[in-house]
């Protein structure tokens, strides 16, 4: 199933899905519909790149929980979600490579400092369709080590593929209590998925969204296709992500909010 959903995931998604109908529409030159297929795409790219449709994409869920402002006097534990690594290039290049959502590591490091006594856990191993190269968790160990947190006091589960294993599997690896309040550190466009399978799973979290996509001023967004076609990718992933979450039970609700702190549900 996670092959196959990534597959499907992946053709879904708005630049391969315009490259797909132009193909069609090329191939199909000689009739109407597949000349009307290309100009559709065509149009379809020129509006990505004229109007700011990546914002509105994004912008709904960036905006979904609430940036936090002042630090909660208690948490029990932090945990953080893999995607700041890049695997596969970190164990070609034996260094550990960050993504563009390094900016979860480095809040991760900073809550970990204010939180001495807090547990910590990073949970993430590999996303990448051929599995058992390398994980994430092997290359962020070797960068938390290089910040100087302390070895022993990060717990690393290094199995989980998608956001709902990282909620399972580091449920089942933690045990968190139902009385325990967690910080949940993810980027702000992924916080409200993330918020829903963590409370499904049996978490009581307390979102702390970072890496923001989107801005207040449309009028200093990037000219380029390819930055407006990454981020409308980004989330159109998240919403699919979402409906396919909801649609199997994996969360109580389509778009996760924002709610009082309660207690977890048995797991």
């Given at each position: 199933?996670?092959?196959?959903?990534?597959?499907?995931?992946?053709?879904?998604?708005?630049?391969?899905?315009?490259?797909?109908?132009?193909l069609?529409?090329?191939?199909?030159?000689?009739?109407?519909?597949?000349?009307?297929?290309?100009?559709?795409?065509?149009?379809?790219?020129?509006?990505?790149?004229?109007?700011?449709?990546?914002?509105?994409?994004v912008?709904?869920?960036?905006?979904?929980?609430p940036?936090?402002?002042?630090?909660?006097?208690?948490?029990?534990?932090i945990?953080?979600?893999?995607?700041?690594?890049?695997?596969?290039?970190?164990?070609?290049?034996?260094?550990?490579?960050?993504?563009?959502?390094?900016?979860?590591?480095?809040?991760?490091?900073?809550?970990?400092?204010?939180?001495?006594?807090?547990?910590?856990?990073?949970?993430?191993?590999?996303?990448?369709?051929?599995?058992?190269?390398?994980?994430?968790?092997?290359?962020?160990?070797?960068?938390?080590?290089?910040?100087?947190?302390?070895?022993?006091?990060?717990?690393?589960?290094?199995?989980?593929r998608?956001?709902?294993?990282?909620?399972t599997?580091?449920?089942?690896?933690?045990?968190?209590?139902?009385?325990?309040?967690?910080?949940?550190?993810?980027?702000?466009?992924?916080?409200?998925?993330s918020?829903?399978?963590?409370?499904?799973?049996?978490?009581?979290?307390l979102?702390?969204?970072?890496?923001?996509?989107?801005?207040?001023?449309?009028?200093?967004?990037?000219?380029?296709?390819?930055?407006?076609?990454?981020?409308?990718?980004?989330a159109?992933?998240?919403?699919?992500?979402?409906?396919?979450?909801?649609?199997?039970?994996?969360?109580?609700?389509?778009?996760?909010?924002?709610m009082?702190?309660?207690?977890?549900?048995?797991?």
């Open positions: 199933m996670f092959l196959i959903g990534k597959m499907l995931t992946m053709a879904m998604l708005p630049t391969a899905f315009l490259v797909e109908a132009i069609i529409g090329l191939i199909f030159h000689r009739r109407r519909s597949g000349r009307f297929l290309t100009g559709a795409a065509a149009l379809g790219l020129a509006i990505c790149l004229v109007f700011p449709v990546d914002q509105w994409a912008r709904p869920l960036d905006d979904r929980f940036q936090v402002k002042t630090f909660p006097d208690h948490v029990d534990g945990i953080v979600l893999g995607g700041s690594i890049d695997d596969v290039t970190s164990e070609d290049r034996q260094t550990p490579v960050t993504g563009a959502a390094g900016d979860r590591l480095t809040a991760f490091a900073t809550l970990a400092r204010h939180y001495p006594d807090a547990k910590l856990v990073f949970t993430g191993g590999s996303g990448d369709i051929v599995q058992g190269v390398t994980n994430e968790a092997k290359w962020v160990r070797v960068l938390f080590d290089g910040l100087g947190l302390p070895p022993d006091r990060v717990i690393y589960e290094s199995r989980s998608t956001t709902r294993e990282n909620a599997d580091s449920f089942d690896l933690v045990h968190p209590g139902p009385d325990e309040t967690w910080i949940l550190v993810t980027s702000a466009s992924h916080m409200p998925r918020v829903g399978v963590f409370r499904r799973a049996g978490w009581n979290v979102p702390w969204p970072v890496g923001y996509l989107s801005r207040d001023r449309l009028s200093g967004y990037s000219l380029s296709l390819g930055a407006r076609m990454a981020v409308l990718d980004w159109a992933h998240e919403w699919i992500g979402m409906a396919a979450y909801r649609a199997r039970g994996w969360t109580d609700t389509l778009f996760p909010g924002p009082p702190l309660r207690h977890a549900q048995d797991h």
